[in-house]
């Protein structure tokens, strides 16, 4: 898979609603030291690309 495919799923998933806790929305990060979709609220990854 390639680097702009992977970061297009990330893309994808920012401003979504966290599927772990009801107030939380996805945004661009890192966890882990990885890209990452992280709930700004729980902190929660909802995916990482390593």
């Known amino acids: 898979m390639s680097?702009?495919?992977k970061s297009s799923?990330?893309?994808r998933l920012e401003g979504r609603?966290?599927?772990w806790?009801?107030?939380?929305?996805l945004e661009r990060?890192?966890?882990k030291g990885n890209r990452a979709?992280?709930?700004q609220s729980?902190?929660?990854p909802?995916?990482?690309i390593w």
């Open 3 to 5: 680097s702009t495919t």
């Open 9 to 11: 799923v990330i893309r």
């Open 17 to 19: 609603q966290c599927q």
């Open 21 to 25: 806790c009801e107030d939380g929305r």
């Open 29 to 31: 990060d890192t966890y």
């Open 37 to 39: 979709a992280v709930c």
């Open 42 to 44: 729980c902190e929660t």
């Open 46 to 48: 909802a995916v990482q």
